[in-house]
């Protein structure tokens, strides 16, 4: 047998010979793009429902679980947790009369769709493989509404918490509201503080101070900073998930770095430290403790506000932050971060942090670190939602009116000759 005839059946165009190699390469990827992801024949939810925390409002109970690694793997046939992303498994059982919404964006103001979650596993011209990505994903993440008598579960695809997911979850019905906060187990790299802080807060020997004089002036005895010197400027007073769910709300993670554990107070490291993000970069923290006061029943805690020196421009990751001079910014940016949380209700100012001038840290020699008008920001928290409003402001200190009075002597002073 010739081979001519082979040959000559074989022998293409130049174009020709490019349009069978681009053919080829499109078989190739699609088989590729079909290949390298298949859903996992059951997802089974036993493990994480055996693991979960829970807790009831009223008639509706809520179930949360991280998931690790191997749970990601076994339920979406790949490791979310390497995206950024961390699915939380919820379950939700509404024994209530209403039906009822949850609201992603009180859960994560940056939540991820599972549409989105699902684009890096797509392949290029693989249409028919990537709808069925995208089906699963959607079938597997929760879905509103809640019926009345129904349990509905399924995931949220949130941003990454460290050490502790605080998961703050509002479920909405007509003229009615459930609100959830529930401090989560990480698998691989659960923080024990959070725990030890809870359960501090319910073992402790407190004071509860029924009078508010008496309330004040405790509040300007304790401690004016932490041991390595950082004021402590703000007091929160309330139940501690309302707080908890105030922060998450307004974009703040659980997280805790090395330097956090320089910061004692009451002998201890903090009990709970957060931080805000902006662009990826860590903007503010808090630190926070549980103190020996109670105020009318409620805790109240005790937190160092600040944010890096150079903030978002402060790139290098393997600098260690240091605390920016001007903390009454950091401080009172936190107050209007948390007026849109819908959980403060009141807020005032005491003494106790120690007036430091701008003039004394510029001084070459003083070693001050910074600047302060010496006031702690003193917020109550309730259970959400409010609206700015609502908000009291408590005339402790002055602080409003202390600010109209500058800002009025400043006009006057640029302004006398007109």
């Not at 997802?43 to 829970?54: E, G």
């Not at 947790?81 to 209530?96: A, D, K, L, R």
């Not at 309302?242 to 009990?271: E, V």
């Amino acid at each position: 047998m010739t081979l001519a005839p082979v040959v000559q059946a074989c022998r293409f165009s130049g174009r020709q010979a490019a349009d069978l190699t681009g053919m080829l390469i499109i078989i190739m990827l699609s088989l590729v793009g079909c290949a390298s992801w298949q859903a996992p024949q059951s997802v089974d939810d036993s493990a994480l429902r055996t693991r979960a925390t829970s807790e009831t409002v009223m008639d509706v109970t809520l179930s949360a679980t991280v998931l690790g690694s191997d749970d990601s793997q076994r339920i979406f046939a790949t490791d979310l947790n390497i995206t950024g992303v961390q699915p939380v498994w919820i379950e939700v059982q509404n024994n209530s009369s209403h039906t009822l919404w949850l609201l992603r964006a009180g859960t994560d103001p940056s939540y991820f769709s599972p549409l989105e979650v699902a684009w890096p596993l797509h392949t290029k011209f693989n249409k028919k493989g990537n709808a069925e990505i995208d089906k699963y994903f959607e079938s597997i993440s929760f879905t509103n509404p809640i019926p009345p008598g129904r349990t509905q579960s399924g995931i949220l695809f949130t941003n990454r918490h460290k050490n502790t997911h605080v998961l703050n979850v509002d479920l909405l019905g007509q003229q009615t509201f459930f609100p959830f906060t529930l401090f989560l187990p990480i698998p691989g790299e659960h923080d024990s503080r959070i725990q030890e802080g809870m359960n501090r807060l319910a073992s402790m020997d407190y004071t509860d101070y029924q009078d508010t004089g008496a309330f004040r002036a405790a509040l300007e005895q304790l401690p004016c900073c932490t041991s390595a010197g950082d004021p402590v400027n703000v007091v929160l007073v309330g139940d501690i998930a309302n707080i908890g769910a105030a922060f998450i709300r307004r974009g703040y993670r659980s997280q805790r770095h090395h330097i956090d554990d320089r910061h004692l107070l009451f002998n201890r490291t903090a009990d709970i430290v957060l931080r805000k993000s902006g662009e990826g970069v860590n903007a503010s923290w808090i630190r926070v403790w549980v103190s020996p006061l109670r105020y009318q029943g409620q805790p109240v805690l005790l937190a160092q506000s600040g944010r890096p020196k150079g903030g978002r421009f402060e790139i290098d990751a393997y600098k260690e932050p240091r605390l920016h001079p001007d903390v009454d910014e950091s401080r009172n940016l936190l107050i209007q971060d948390l007026l849109y949380s819908g959980s403060l209700a009141q807020m005032g100012f005491v003494r106790g942090v120690g007036t430091i001038s701008r003039e004394t840290v510029d001084s070459a020699d003083s070693g001050t670190r910074y600047h302060s008008d010496g006031l702690r920001a003193v917020l109550f928290f309730v259970i959400r939602p409010l609206t700015p409003s609502d908000i009291e402001i408590l005339d402790w200190v002055p602080f409003i009116g202390q600010r109209v009075n500058e800002a009025a002597g400043w006009y006057m002073e640029n302004n006398q000759g007109e």
